[in-house]
Structures are given as C-alpha cells and as structure tokens.
C-alpha cells in the first residue's frame, strides 16, 4: 500500500470475515452527530433483532466540515474506537482539515470554502473571529481549538477494511491497479474512472464521497453517501454471509 504521509501510520485495517461476523459501514457523517447517534441506535436495534453475532462498525470517512457539530461526531467516533468495536477510515475532510492545521495553502483555502468554518465553530470558535481573520491565520486557529488527541486520532486513521468479499474505502479504487497497490489519495478522492468502470475491482468496493439520493448499487461497488448534511438522510449498509441490506435516518 502507498499511502501519502499524512496518514503514513495507519495500518490497513482487514475485518476476517468469519462466522457470526455482521459489519455495518456507516457513510459520510459531515459534523451530523444527530443523525449519528440515530443511526447508532438504529444498528444495535437491528442487530438485537438478527441476533448474535460478532459486530463490527466502519466508518467511511469525512467525519468533519460542512455539518453543525463535526467536534461531537469526532468525540463519539474515539468513543466508538475506545469501545474495540469500530474502524474509522480516513476522508478527504480529513486530510484538508490536517493539511490546513499545518499552513498548506492549497488545502486551507478548499477547508476554508467547503465547511472548515463550520468545524471550527463546533469546535468553540467565535463565527465572527473566524469571518475576521485572515486565511494565513487558519492554521493557529485551528491548532488552538481542535485539541491535540482528536488531530492525532483522525491522522492516525485507516486506509480501507476488508471482509470476505467487500473492500470499504471512503472514495473509491483506481482501475487496473491491484487493491494492495491502491494509493492513500485515491482510496481518499477518487471519482473518475472509478465511478463510470464496469469491470471487476476484486472486490465489491462500498464507498462514500459521491453523493447520491438513494444507495448506489452497481455490481462492483455500492455508494452509500447520501448528503446527510443536506439530506438529514444518513446511510449504513450491512452485510452478512450472503445477505446485505441498509438502514437510514430521516426516511
């Protein structure tokens, strides 16, 4: 695996698929800790009702930006993550946010357009001082109100799980290029080709990042991201044995 290294760390992290095993992967939560903590409870409901298994929860990334409480969600992931019980992989929100904390200019100014601000209010930050100061200023901003454990948590985070035959990534595969071989920008930004390849991936990849108003269920991959900033509508797949199937909030 060639990961960038931002997130040089983090093991590639493998679910065995093994009998008994259920896996709910969760999509993009955007700051939405509201619909999180329903879509929690929502899994250990239907998780009760199918009986015993062993449970394990993967988060596809981008945990940060864009919704009202991105600081409640990352306290609730490390909670999840505590508990042995979660894997939570690496978004590209994530990647900005800790690409911004360290002055890169380039991703301070995608943080500062596509939800940054609204991290930082999460994360105690007056709106107005952060409408007042300047872009060079952001990384001290940053680095003041996001606490040093959450920015090492999220730069610690996984690149892809694995069980049985489902890859979950936060973005997607570049075709052609063997799973083991993928890189850390792809997995974390891919669209094209991936989303429009019709072939084989070696694995039925579930993903995030595109946004769609209902799963987006191809024979080689299934997008499970739909808006829950916008939409109120977050999405989890699950899948056991043979049979998958999904749950959402606000539908």
């Known amino acids: 695996m060639v990961l960038s290294k931002i997130f040089g760390r983090a093991p590639a992290v493998s679910l065995t698929a093994a009998p008994g095993e259920r896996v709910y992967a969760i999509g993009d939560v955007h700051g939405c800790r509201y619909e999180l903590d329903r879509l929690l409870g929502m899994i250990d409901a239907d998780s009760n009702a199918r009986g015993a298994a062993h449970v394990r929860i993967v988060l596809l990334g981008d945990l940060v930006d864009r919704g009202p409480d991105s600081a ?32 890169e200019r380039e991703a301070l100014s995608i943080f500062n357009r596509f939800g940054g601000r609204e991290t930082l209010v ?9 409408d007042d100061c300047a872009l060079a200023e952001v990384p001290d901003l940053i680095q003041r109100a996001v606490p040093a454990e959450d920015l090492s948590f999220l730069a610690g985070l996984a690149e892809h ?7 979950f990534v936060h973005a997607g595969v570049r075709p ?15 669209r094209e080709p991936f989303l429009s ?27 499970i991201d739909t808006g829950a900033y916008e939409s109120g509508i977050l999405t989890a797949i699950g899948v056991e044995g043979e049979d998958r199937w999904f749950l959402q909030t606000g539908v």
Do not use: C, M
């Open 176 to 190: 052609g290029v063997p799973l083991h071989e993928q890189t850390g920008t792809d997995l974390r930004w891919i």
């Open 161 to 167: 799980a694995r069980s049985g035959d489902y890859i």
């Open 122 to 130: 999460s994360y105690g930050v007056d709106p107005d001082d952060y």
């Open 197 to 223: 390849h019709k072939g084989s991936y070696g694995a039925l990849v579930v993903h995030g990042h595109t946004i769609t108003a209902e799963p987006d269920i191809r024979p080689n991959r299934i997008g």
């Open 72 to 103: 409640g969600v990352v306290a609730r992931a490390r909670q999840l993550v505590d508990r042995g019980s979660t894997t939570v992989l690496a978004g590209n929100h994530e990647e900005l946010l800790l690409l911004a904390s360290r002055g």
